[in-house]
């Protein structure tokens, strides 16, 4: 009785630590591809046809910046391409695109900007986003904090599609700057204590079994290799984002991600084979075939940790593929409490 307790314990950390590392790093993701191509903009009178602009005022609203000014918000936007035109004293129309010149220039020479528009979606636009456009337009604090993201680090975002295929960014860049600090942080630290509660789940059941002399001796080391993983995961978490000038506090951070790698796998390794070893006296709590797929993965995840570590030692991979690695090789990695979820059978009626 007890030990069906502690299996529908681990069966719910374990689906905790897929989702909330899974959910934590792409929220990450979709907040800083949305910064990267949505932009801001001042409270024109935005429309599909044209727009004129008093001079002055062009030069007033240039001079302001966007992500500071209390009338700019991401709904202040056109939903299609726009081009600027200059009108000048003699009431030519001067294409804005590569005319250089200053503010006095502007005054003496030009009298009005004209925004004219066109038929193609402007993509910059979150009013062409139907999720965001309705939390932004929904809820104004949103719009307050994404503009203060921008305003305070306008050049850490950029324009992205795909980093699990193109590998355009790294995880931890996603997740440095404001206001993905306040998603990674506590929810990675979060996720750490659900993986300890995990492990020790798995403690308590072996320690469970032994009681009830289903099985004899197992080892303990999985569960002081998946404590440290988890002390290894939160260190990672809390130095993200920390900037000093130090050699050594770099090599320190990389340092933890290679301790929190090797902790995991070990930890992995010596569960499954607790599993496979006393699977005789737990048979009847187990789902045998799962158990193969946990072995297999086990073994298919020690070749790849090995080759990828070979390759970023003594390759020179680029920055895309050590990105594109990094994505995915986390999220497979995740695999391991999805098989932890089937592994355990419910209890019999």
């Known amino acids: 009785m007890e030990s069906y307790k502690i299996i529908e314990k681990i069966k719910k950390y374990s689906l905790i630590s897929v989702l909330l590392p899974l959910i934590t790093l792409n929220a990450c993701l979709y907040v800083y591809k949305f910064l990267g191509t949505v932009e801001a903009d001042h409270n024109f009178n935005w429309g ?7 001079i002055d005022k062009y030069i007033l609203l240039k001079s302001q910046n966007i992500y500071g000014h209390k009338d700019s918000s991401f709904l202040n936007c056109s939903k299609y391409k726009n081009t600027g035109y ?4 003699n009431d030519q129309t001067i294409p804005s695109l ?6 006095e220039d502007l005054k003496l020479n030009y009298k009005s900007f004209i925004i004219k528009y066109e038929e193609n979606i402007n993509k910059s636009c979150v009013k062409n986003y139907k999720f965001m456009y309705w939390v932004i337009d929904n809820f104004n604090w949103v719009d307050r904090i994404l503009l203060k993201a921008k ?8 324009l992205i599609v795909n980093p699990y295929i193109y590998g355009e960014v790294s995880i ?4 440095r700057h404001f206001p993905n ?3 990674f942080k506590p929810f990675i630290v979060l996720g750490a204590l659900f993986l300890f509660l995990y492990w020790k789940s798995n403690l308590n059941f072996f320690n469970n079994s032994k ?3 289903e099985i004899n001796n197992f080892s303990r080391k999985f569960f002081y290799l998946g404590v440290l993983s988890c002390i290894c995961l939160s260190l990672h978490a809390i130095f993200l984002g920390v900037d000093l000038d130090s050699k050594l506090f770099s090599k320190l951070r990389r340092l933890i991600i290679i301790l929190f790698i090797f902790f995991e796998i070990s930890g992995q390794i010596l569960l499954t084979a607790n599993l496979f070893k006393l699977r005789d006296g737990i048979n009847k709590y187990i789902h045998p075939l799962v158990l193969k797929l946990k072995i297999i993965f086990v073994t298919l995840i020690i070749f790849v940790t090995v080759i990828s570590f070979a390759i970023l030692g003594f390759g020179d991979p680029s920055n895309s593929f050590k990105h594109i690695l990094e994505w995915n090789y986390f999220s497979v990695l995740l695999i391991f409490y999805l098989l932890s979820r089937m592994l355990w059978r419910k209890k019999s009626p």
């Open 48 to 54: 599909n046809q044209q727009e004129v602009i008093d």
């Open 86 to 89: 200059f009108i000048n004293n």
């Open 172 to 175: 931890s860049r996603t997740a």
């Open 181 to 183: 600090t306040f998603i």
């Open 151 to 158: 305003l305070i680090n306008e050049s850490g975002f950029s």
């Open 211 to 213: 009681k009830n002399n």
């Open 98 to 103: 590569g005319l250089i010149t200053n503010n």
